[in-house]
């Protein structure tokens, strides 16, 4: 859980950060751009990044109590926000479709279906990978990561039998399976999620901090906007990432449904 915990203090970080400026009249994302003042951009920044903890501190809760089923569809929710964060950050038509919003409920929702929904979220991150891939030493593209990883997940949030099997007879740490499971139970499935899920976040994480460098001026803001100590846990963590986690990945294939 080291990297996990690792990768979820720097998203803490930025959800700090983002309350800590949140009034400043300096702009910590789409510095350069006309934008609304309702909500201001340090505010939308702000309740992703708050937002993103929260979901990542729910799976992290879950799968070190043994709900595996649970965990599991908690990440997806990871994952959506993630990737809506990343898209605001990358797009800015989709920043401005994130911070609109109707009264009417079916505006509302035939403009998240367009806009915002997982698909089509999605489908953006996959032409922006495409033009600028982030790549990691592991035998898939992020984009595949991305794609295997929703839909693994996926299956434990929709009706799907072979995943309420899953949950119902969870493994042992040694790989024999439980007949009986209510109360949670850590075992061979919680490493495999972890590690694809570690997998995910990696990616993630680099694309996010190219964003913010390289998009959103992070690199000039000064004094206390200074963000050289970010980046520094950002490079610290890749490294990390790069010494435990392919061998781990491969180690622990997403095991259980086949």
């Known amino acids: 859980m080291l990297l996990f915990d690792l990768a979820l203090l720097q998203i803490c970080d930025m959800a700090h950060f983002g309350f800590e400026h949140a009034g400043g009249r300096v702009r910590i994302i789409w510095p350069d751009q006309h934008l609304s003042k309702r909500p201001r951009p340090n505010d939308v920044f702000y309740v992703l990044a708050s937002n993103l903890a929260h979901a990542m501190q729910a799976f992290r809760l879950l799968i070190l109590h043994g709900f595996e089923s649970q965990a599991r569809a908690a990440f997806r929710n990871v994952v959506e926000v993630t990737d ?15 911070v609109t919003s109707f009264e009417d409920e079916k505006a509302s929702y035939q403009h998240w279906r367009k ?3 997982p698909a089509v979220i999605r489908a953006a991150i996959s032409k922006l990978e495409a033009i600028d891939a982030i790549t990691i030493p592991i035998d898939m593209t992020a984009e595949e990561i991305r794609r295997d990883n929703y839909a693994w997940l996926s299956r434990f ?34 490493k495999a999620t972890l590690a694809h899920n570690l997998v995910y976040l990696w990616v993630s994480l680099l694309r996010l901090e190219k964003l913010l460098f390289e998009k959103h001026g ?4 000064r004094r206390d906007r200074s963000r050289s100590w970010f980046q520094y846990r950002c490079r610290a963590l890749d490294k990390l990432f790069l010494a435990y986690l392919p061998r781990f990945w491969e180690e622990n294939p997403p095991l259980g449904l086949d």
Do not use: C, K
Not at 84 to 98: C, G, K, N, S
Not at 182 to 188: A, D, F, P
């Open 84 to 98: 809506l964060f990343i898209m605001v950050l990358a797009d800015e038509a989709t920043y401005r479709a994130y």
């Open 115 to 117: 806009h915002l929904s």
């Open 157 to 190: 949030v929709h009706v799907d039998y072979a995943a309420h099997v899953v949950a119902a007879h969870p493994s042992y740490p040694d790989g024999s399976i439980q007949r009986l499971a209510m109360l949670g139970n850590v075992g061979e499935m919680s």
């Open 218 to 221: 992070w690199g000039r803001l």
